[in-house]
């Protein structure tokens, strides 16, 4: 089985944006960068798959991104056991829209037959959550998104959704894109000696050209950054008798902000 | 003149609420720019009859047993087909579960613009689009800068058209799927055992976080949920602890919430956590130190034990009337 596990670097969730007020570019310099959350669901259920199939697996890590997102292959992928890594370095795509990243992703990921494409069900950057349906678009081939259980069987898979209110059971052929949700499995860390070692698994270095591919034009343009709505200082309700305090928030939600 | 169109999912023979908003914002957005709404409806039509009363010009309906199950394959290739026939300028596509699963592989097949979340829908001879990035740390304002576009919009963003609409004509239109058969489909759906209200669906919304101190006293958050008719959620932490499973996360890594009410109990307010619920209406703040950082994303604070107000609140929120 070939399985590919494409996945992004993204400023890590404790990151602040700062905002003095609205503008066309937002100031990505000081971030953190980490391997997205939800990626390494995907990672991590790849290589448990692996571990069950033994030698006859083989997992790919894909990225794009710029020389920074190598120290993201290497230790969140190679070191947790992925085989290999191809990372499409190309800065006309730092920033690129969804289908953009799709449509090259998607150029890479015909090169190899693989069986089972996993990544995150979104990345916590721009949130858009797109990049693995318009994947299995592109490959022509079966999707299941927010997938918090994931069972493979000849030529088949069976993956339990996260819905509204419970869960959906999606059935189909391989190969498949599966987008991974928080539940699926608990990722490992990797060890300093399999960091050390995961310089030696083979790293690709592609650009759009290499791919017989010219960079895919955007469909959109962000022209406004903003911050989120100013709010009110909060007011705070005395508190020296609890029951007084929640009488008095009781009215205050119902005559003054009128939400109950 | 934009002719919007927005697919009305249903549930159970039901229109979802979030299409009804969908209708009646784009409603108010063409009545100022003229042009059309046009509610597509795949499957069962019944829920589509008060159309027009929601804001709609024009029905549309594709139906067959291709629809009788759920696929993102299916759902592609008949809306695609909607849009190759009709031409509609705005596709919006509810962002809920089943929307967000096929929206993407629509506007792949489409070779669309694609811009998910949307809380704000404007029009100044092209469409642009506001959405929050970094689960509501900051707000991008996106032009659409192709022919056609395929818009998610989160529920509750818009309120309800009020304008009284006509009745809206309905016709019927080929979803093109001749023999189609998908890859893969859903063949079971789960319910959870408990009737809960969806997180990111609810109006008004009760978290808990670590001041909870253990596992067994979420039930107070769950039992003010229930006077207050809201759905439950939760911090990071205490999802990370094992108290209480992943489908109630708020914030970065879990849902991202905008209900007319949020009270958050026993939260301190970590970033990843605002990031996730500061887009509410009304946010209310129960914890026991006064310098958590929630008090400075909060309208209404209570500064005391938890313990002694959350039980307090629930009285007096019966109490009321």
């Known amino acids: 089985m070939k399985i590919a596990v494409c996945v992004k670097q993204v400023p890590d969730s404790e990151t602040r944006i700062t905002l003095a007020a609205p503008g066309p570019e937002l100031d990505r310099s000081g971030f953190t960068r980490v391997l997205n959350p939800y990626d390494a669901f995907a990672v991590e259920e790849a290589v448990r798959i692996k571990e069950r199939l033994g030698a006859d697996c083989e997992i790919t890590a894909v990225t794009i991104g710029s020389d920074r997102a190598v120290e993201t292959l290497k230790k969140d992928c190679l070191a947790v056991g992925c085989d290999r890594a191809i990372r499409v370095n190309e800065p006309a795509l730092e920033n690129a829209e969804p289908l953009q990243t799709a449509k090259v992703l998607a150029a890479v990921l015909r090169r190899g037959a693989y069986d089972l494409i996993l990544t995150g069900k979104q990345a916590i950057d721009d949130d858009s959550a797109q990049v693995g349906p318009m994947l299995a678009e592109l490959l022509d081939c079966s999707q299941a998104t927010v997938v918090t259980k994931l069972e493979l069987g000849e030529g088949v898979f069976t993956a339990t959704c996260e819905i509204e209110g419970g869960a959906a059971v999606v059935r189909g052929s391989l190969p498949a894109v599966v987008t991974c949700q928080k539940g699926l499995n608990e990722p490992r860390l990797p060890s300093l000696p399999n960091i050390m070692k995961a310089g030696m698994k083979p790293q690709e270095t592609l650009t759009c050209a290499d791919l017989g591919l010219e960079i895919p034009a955007a469909r959109t343009r962000v022209t406004t950054y903003s911050p989120p709505p100013p709010r009110a200082a909060c007011r705070m309700v005395a508190a020296d008798d609890p029951a007084a305090a929640a009488r008095e928030l009781a009215r205050l939600l119902r005559d003054e902000a009128k939400v109950i | ?321």
């Open chain 2, 1 to 321: 003149m934009p002719n919007i169109a927005v697919y009305i999912e249903q549930s159970g023979g039901t229109a979802k609420k979030v299409a009804w908003q969908m209708t009646a914002e784009a409603r108010r957005l063409v009545d100022r720019t003229g042009g059309e709404v046009w509610a597509v409806v795949l499957g069962d039509a019944a829920g589509a009859a008060e159309a027009g009363r929601h804001g709609a010009h024009r029905v549309f309906t594709a139906s067959g047993d291709a629809f009788a199950r759920y696929d993102a394959e299916t759902w592609t290739r008949a809306l695609a087909a909607f849009v190759a026939a009709r031409r509609p300028d705005l596709l919006l596509v509810g962002a809920t579960a089943t929307g967000k699963d096929f929206a993407p592989r629509l506007a792949a097949r489409l070779d669309a613009a694609c811009v998910s979340d949307c809380v704000g829908l404007d029009f100044d001879g092209g469409f642009r689009l506001r959405r929050p990035i970094f689960a509501g740390k900051c707000y991008a304002e996106v032009a659409v800068e192709a022919p056609v576009a395929v818009a998610g919009v989160r529920p509750n963003a818009f309120p309800l058209f009020a304008g009284g609409g006509a009745d809206a004509p309905a016709e019927s239109f080929d979803p093109g799927l001749g023999g189609f058969a998908p890859h893969a489909a859903v063949v079971e759906t789960l319910t959870s055992a408990e009737k809960k209200i969806e997180l990111t669906e609810a109006e008004v919304i009760v978290s808990g976080g670590r001041g909870l101190k253990e596992a067994a006293n979420y039930q107070l958050i769950e039992t003010l949920a229930a006077a207050m008719g809201a759905a439950a959620g939760a911090s990071r932490a205490i999802v990370d602890a094992g108290w209480v499973p992943h489908s109630h996360q708020v914030g970065q890594t879990g849902k991202t919430v905008s209900p007319k009410l949020y009270v958050a109990v026993g939260i301190s307010g970590a970033i990843q956590h605002l990031a996730g619920m500061s887009s509410s209406k009304c946010i209310v703040a129960i914890n026991k130190d006064p310098n958590a950082p929630i008090f400075k994303a909060a309208d209404y604070g209570i500064a005391a034990d938890l313990f002694e107000v959350v039980p307090a609140l629930r009285d007096a929120i019966a109490a009321l009337d």
